[in-house]
């Protein structure tokens, strides 16, 4: 029974079918997923009783979303260095494939369809770069220099703590600006008058913060927690 003072990240956790659910009403279970689901569901102005009873009933259905719930239960099982690496092998790669597809797209749009909706566009392009820049940074950094530490400190020390506090840190301010462009873009509803590359632009999109939700949550509630543990 998933209750109202239970955060988002929990829930997730004991209940990966919920993903699918939570983020088609763009819920952050990931990077901002830790205030009691009372208070997330309030700031949302959403209904927070009617928001329980859809979420008990969706947690208790099969999974619509097999793949990700059978992921995240296996992902849960791995020692933290087969985290790390399962990390590396997936999700940063599927995040760069899908960075790359969309820069390539958004530019496109951009230029095409400057005249009317160049205002719009220019704004989505530039947080796109900021976001698509800080997590570049931030994979290089796991990658080579943090994953690298818990690796060797198999018991944690507090100067790997410190840097695995930093990339939860960098997990919030890209969380912020995925928020941003949600809001920019009406949660990727595209005009009346978009052409099927601009269409093919949102759900690419959609597909990479979609990815990158489920790459933080396993990060932030999964892999750091283990680790943080190993004493
Ligand atoms: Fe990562
Ligand atoms: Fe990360």
Known sequence: MIT???TLADV????????GFLNGLHLDYCCGGHDPIARAIAEKGMDVDR???DLNRVAARPSAQRDAHA?????KELSVNEMLDDLEATHHVTDR??????????????VVHYPH???MLTKLHHLYAGLKAELEEHFAKEERLVFPLMREHVHPDKATIDYVDTLINEHTNAGDIIKE???????????????PTFQHTYKVLEELFDDIFIHIFKENSIAFPEYA???
């Open 4 to 6: 109202k003072e239970m």
């Open 12 to 19: 997730v956790k004991e209940h990966p079918n919920t993903i």
């Open 51 to 53: 928001f329980l009873a």
């Open 71 to 75: 992921d995240i239960e296996s992902f």
């Open 97 to 110: 494939k899908l960075m790359a597809e969309a820069e390539q797209l958004l530019n496109k749009i951009l």
């Open 117 to 119: 909706h160049g205002e």
């Open 181 to 195: 462009i949600q809001d920019l873009t009406g949660n990727f509803t595209p005009p009346a008058d978009a052409c």
């Open 229 to 231: 543990e190993q004493e």
